[in-house]
Every structure is written in structure tokens, then in C-alpha cells.
């Protein structure tokens, strides 16, 4: 099945019908869809499959049966953020299942084996931990300090996963990773990228030097519920206040250091119009260019939040739900990725992303990561796109890059 077909394939799956975004959460009908999808196309591929109990997933294309040891693993996620675009992680995977398409087409036969990989939960878009499913998978947390997240819902982990039956499939084996060091090589993700890095430079395809640092913080705001026009407004201790002037302190010290920071998502208590609320709850995400510039600009949003909450005669604490420090990607890695024979290497650029890619860099292994242009950079919006031309440019380089490595 062609790249074209596996991409109308998969595009239906968790699209909603307003806003033509997506919502594929981790262990929701969506994202059990779009899994149970891939483990189709790799069984069409007489790929070996395996499954391990929080729901990673992975295909390995073995030519010869005696060639086992590590092998060179590919692949990205299934899984969105709210109301997300089509190629933030699937692009990644339905590219790596067409390279090895095109790869056999090529006669080519690796000297190790090439695998294709899923990741659940990469987004921490249900779960609020990024990279939940490669974190487990390398060891970067446990189950046992993951089974303490819980959803919107207060739906806790297991529960979600024993519900959608993630632990019970046929498929689990529940040693499908028995050592990643001793399975895995390297790791390759190829991504669309999220910026204008290169539309900007008129290239298709780019190679990743390095993440940025970033996290997810947790800012409780709380005060004193009250009637709104019954209470002076000298007299008030609104959260609401606080929260207000902490977003734009935050947006203003990104602004000065070149960082980002950026509150999505704000949970207000009771959310009612006529009274002034009791506690205000906001995720800040914080990215920037080193771990120090973060520490620094959260030190100070969190400074200037506090100053803020002492005036209002409000409360505040910060908590930190997820953090991934910088990744380094291996440099010769890239540089060899990079290299085109006769032409001009790609460009090695960084990213403010996370991506599972980092996790298993941290962990230890080669990676690497390929991004395919993105004309207009936007992602995480129903207006994520990448040209279908670009897209079979990244499956080439991706073939190249697979051909490069399990030679
Ligand atoms: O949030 C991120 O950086 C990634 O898209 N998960
Ligand atoms: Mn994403
Ligand atoms: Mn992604």
C-alpha cells in the first residue's frame, strides 16, 4: 500500500468533523484505531510484532531470521495534542512503513533489523506527562510513579489503559523490549517540522541538532470566592487577578530572553459568571535555548507571580508536571545523516519540540531525527500541513537514512 493510501487510510481517524482537528488521546476509540491500524499495515508487512504493557508497539522487519542483535529502529507516534494537526506524529510512522515499502523495492536486504515504532502518549496531551510511553519503555519513569497520573476526568492511568484492554491484547508480549540497548541500535524519527527553519532555507528535508529544554508547570492560583457585584473590588482576593498578571509576566520575560512560555490551558473553580472564583489552575509550558536561561525565566515568572499574589492577597504555588532537559543529538550521527553524495547536505538545525527522539537519545542510544518542511511552520492547529511532494522526499531520506544504517 502506498504512502498516498496509507496516508487517506489513517487521515479519517480521530479527525473531528468541526474543526477538522484531531483528538487522538492516548487509550480513547481514536487512538486504539489508529494503533490497531499500524499493527495491520505491519502484519501486511510480515513484520514482527510486538506489543509491550503500556501499549508501545513495534514491527520488526527481520529478512533473515538468524539476523537478530540490535537492530535500527524507526517510527514516531499516533497519538495528538487537543484539537491537533495531522502530521505531528503520524507522518513519522506511516513514513517509516513506506520506507520499508521502498526499501524491499530496491531489493535492498538489511545486515540487521530494521524496526517501526509507536510510542503512546508522546503528547501527555490525556496524561500530562510527555513522552509517557518512551519514558517507560527506557526506564526515564516507572509505572509505579506513572500510575499516579490521572486525566481531566480523574480517569487514573491503568484504569484508562485497562479499559481500552492495553495490557490484556493478544499482542503484549510483555518482554517486547527485554533490554533497548541489546534491540536497538539506533533511532531514527522523522518528523514534520514545526517552525519555518526550512520553508525558510527552500529545502524539503532538514536533520535535527539538538531539543530544547522545556517543561510543563502547574501554577495554583487561589483566593476567595465571592458575589461580583455585591464585593468592592478593593475587598476582593480574585485568583483570577493573579493568574491574569502571571501570563503576562510570563509572556514578557520569554519576550526579553528569546525564550517561550505560553499558558493553554486554564481550569477555573466554580467557572461561574456572577461570582468571583475560588482558585484558578494554569498549565505554563516553558521552553529555551539552555537549562539555565529556563531555570532563569521561571525563576522569575515565579518571582513576579508571587509579588503578584501578595498584592491580590491570594495563594500560589507552582508545580512542575513534566520536564525534559536539552538533548544533544549524536552529532556524527546527524552529520552522517546529513551528507548527501554530490549535493548539498541537510541542514542540521535545532528544534523547541520534544520528541519521543530525545527520550531515547537521553537514554542512551544513537538518535537521530529527519524533518520534513513545513510551508507554513504552524503545528499542534487543525492547520498543520506538509506538501505531499515533500512527504515522499521525506520517505526517500528516510529509506537513504535506513539504507545508511542497517547496512
Ligand atoms: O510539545 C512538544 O514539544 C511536542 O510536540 N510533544
Ligand atoms: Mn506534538
Ligand atoms: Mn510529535
Same mark, same amino acid.
Given at each position: 500500500?502506498?504512502?498516498?493510501?496509507?496516508?487517506?487510510?489513517?487521515?479519517?481517524?480521530?479527525?473531528?468533523?468541526?474543526?477538522?482537528? !484531531?483528538?487522538?488521546?492516548?487509550?480513547?476509540? =481514536?487512538?486504539?484505531?489508529?494503533?490497531?491500524?499500524?499493527?495491520?499495515?505491519?502484519?501486511?508487512?510480515?513484520?514482527?510484532?510486538?506489543?509491550?504493557?503500556?501499549?508501545?508497539?513495534?514491527?520488526?522487519?527481520?529478512?533473515?531470521?538468524?539476523?537478530?542483535?540490535?537492530?535500527? +529502529?524507526?517510527?514516531?507516534?499516533?497519538?495528538?495534542?487537543?484539537?491537533?494537526?495531522? !502530521?505531528?506524529?503520524? +507522518?513519522?510512522?506511516?513514513?517509516? +512503513?513506506?520506507?520499508?515499502?521502498?526499501?524491499?523495492?530496491?531489493?535492498?536486504?538489511?545486515?540487521?533489523?530494521?524496526?517501526?515504532?509507536?510510542?503512546?502518549?508522546?503528547?501527555?496531551?490525556?496524561?500530562?506527562?510527555?513522552?509517557?510511553?518512551?519514558?517507560?519503555?527506557?526506564?526515564?519513569?516507572?509505572?509505579?510513579?506513572?500510575?499516579?497520573?490521572?486525566?481531566?476526568?480523574?480517569?487514573?492511568?491503568?484504569?484508562?489503559?485497562?479499559?481500552?484492554?492495553?495490557?490484556?491484547?493478544?499482542?503484549?508480549?510483555?518482554?517486547?523490549?527485554?533490554? +533497548?540497548?541489546?534491540?536497538?541500535?539506533?533511532?531514527?524519527?522523522?518528523?514534520?517540522?514545526?517552525?519555518?527553519?526550512?520553508?525558510?532555507?527552500?529545502?524539503? $528535508?532538514?536533520? @535535527? *541538532?539538538?531539543?530544547?529544554?522545556?517543561?510543563? !508547570?502547574?501554577?495554583?492560583?487561589?483566593?476567595?470566592?465571592?458575589?461580583?457585584?455585591?464585593?468592592?473590588?478593593?475587598?476582593?482576593?480574585?485568583?483570577?487577578?493573579? !493568574?491574569?498578571?502571571?501570563?503576562?509576566?510570563?509572556?514578557?520575560?520569554?519576550?526579553?530572553?528569546?525564550?517561550?512560555?505560553?499558558?493553554?490551558?486554564?481550569? $477555573?473553580?466554580?467557572?461561574?459568571?456572577?461570582?468571583?472564583?475560588?482558585?484558578?489552575?494554569?498549565?505554563? &509550558?516553558?521552553? @529555551?535555548?539552555?537549562?539555565?536561561?529556563?531555570?532563569?525565566?521561571? @525563576?522569575?515568572?515565579?518571582?513576579? =507571580?508571587?509579588?503578584?499574589?501578595?498584592?491580590?492577597?491570594?495563594?500560589?504555588?507552582?508545580?512542575?508536571?513534566?520536564?525534559?532537559? %536539552?538533548?544533544?543529538?549524536?552529532?556524527?550521527?546527524?552529520?552522517?545523516?546529513?551528507?548527501?553524495?554530490?549535493? @548539498?547536505?541537510?541542514?542540521?538545525?535545532?528544534?523547541?519540540?520534544?520528541?519521543?527522539?530525545?527520550?531515547?537519545?537521553?537514554?542512551?542510544?544513537?538518535?537521530?531525527?529527519?524533518? %520534513?518542511?513545513?510551508?507554513?511552520?504552524?503545528?499542534? *492547529?487543525? &492547520?498543520?500541513?506538509?506538501?505531499?511532494?515533500?512527504?515522499?522526499?521525506?520517505?526517500?531520506?528516510? =529509506?537513504?537514512?535506513?539504507?545508511?544504517?542497517?547496512?
Amino acid at each position: 500500500m502506498s504512502f498516498e493510501q496509507m496516508w487517506r487510510d489513517l487521515a479519517p481517524v480521530g479527525r473531528s468533523s468541526t474543526s477538522g482537528g !484531531y483528538f487522538r488521546q492516548p487509550f480513547e476509540t =481514536a487512538e486504539r484505531e489508529a494503533a490497531a491500524w499500524f499493527l495491520e499495515q505491519c502484519r501486511a508487512r510480515d513484520l514482527e510484532v510486538s506489543c509491550d504493557e503500556v501499549g508501545n508497539l513495534v514491527g520488526w522487519w527481520r529478512p533473515d531470521p538468524d539476523v537478530t542483535g540490535p537492530g535500527v +529502529l524507526t517510527g514516531s507516534h499516533l497519538d495528538s495534542v487537543l484539537d491537533g494537526g495531522a !502530521y505531528d506524529g503520524p +507522518l513519522g510512522v506511516v513514513s517509516a +512503513l513506506a520506507a520499508i515499502d521502498l526499501l524491499r523495492e530496491r531489493g535492498f536486504t538489511p545486515a540487521k533489523p530494521i524496526g517501526v515504532s509507536v510510542f503512546v502518549e508522546e503528547e501527555g496531551s490525556r496524561f500530562g506527562l510527555a513522552c509517557l510511553g518512551s519514558r517507560l519503555l527506557t526506564g526515564a519513569t516507572t509505572l509505579d510513579r506513572a500510575k499516579e497520573l490521572r486525566d481531566r476526568d480523574g480517569v487514573f492511568l491503568l484504569d484508562a489503559m485497562d479499559a481500552a484492554g492495553v495490557r490484556s491484547s493478544p499482542d503484549v508480549t510483555s518482554v517486547a523490549w527485554p533490554d +533497548l540497548r541489546e534491540q536497538v541500535d539506533c533511532f531514527v524519527e522523522l518528523h514534520v517540522e514545526q517552525g519555518r527553519d526550512l520553508v525558510d532555507r527552500g529545502v524539503p $528535508v532538514g536533520v @535535527a *541538532s539538538m531539543i530544547w529544554p522545556h517543561g510543563r !508547570y502547574r501554577f495554583d492560583f487561589t483566593g476567595e470566592a465571592n458575589h461580583a457585584g455585591t464585593t468592592r473590588m478593593e475587598d476582593r482576593h480574585d485568583p483570577m487577578l493573579t !493568574y491574569a498578571m502571571t501570563a503576562l509576566a510570563a509572556n514578557k520575560q520569554a519576550r526579553l530572553s528569546g525564550s517561550r512560555a505560553t499558558f493553554g490551558r486554564v481550569d $477555573v473553580q466554580p467557572n461561574g459568571t456572577n461570582a468571583v472564583p475560588s482558585r484558578v489552575t494554569a498549565w505554563m &509550558d516553558a521552553r @529555551a535555548e539552555s537549562s539555565q536561561a529556563l531555570e532563569a525565566m521561571l @525563576a522569575d515568572i515565579t518571582r513576579l =507571580a508571587g509579588e503578584r499574589a501578595e498584592r491580590d492577597g491570594t495563594g500560589l504555588t507552582v508545580n512542575a508536571e513534566s520536564v525534559s532537559a %536539552v538533548v544533544d543529538f549524536d552529532r556524527d550521527l546527524a552529520e552522517r545523516i546529513a551528507a548527501q553524495p554530490g549535493a @548539498a547536505a541537510w541542514p542540521i538545525i535545532p528544534t523547541m519540540a520534544g520528541h519521543d527522539a530525545g527520550i531515547l537519545s537521553q537514554a542512551g542510544i544513537p538518535t537521530a531525527m529527519l524533518f %520534513v518542511r513545513n510551508p507554513t511552520g504552524v503545528s499542534h *492547529s487543525p &492547520d498543520e500541513f506538509a506538501e505531499m511532494a515533500d512527504c515522499l522526499r521525506g520517505v526517500e531520506a528516510l =529509506a537513504d537514512t535506513l539504507e545508511k544504517l542497517a547496512r
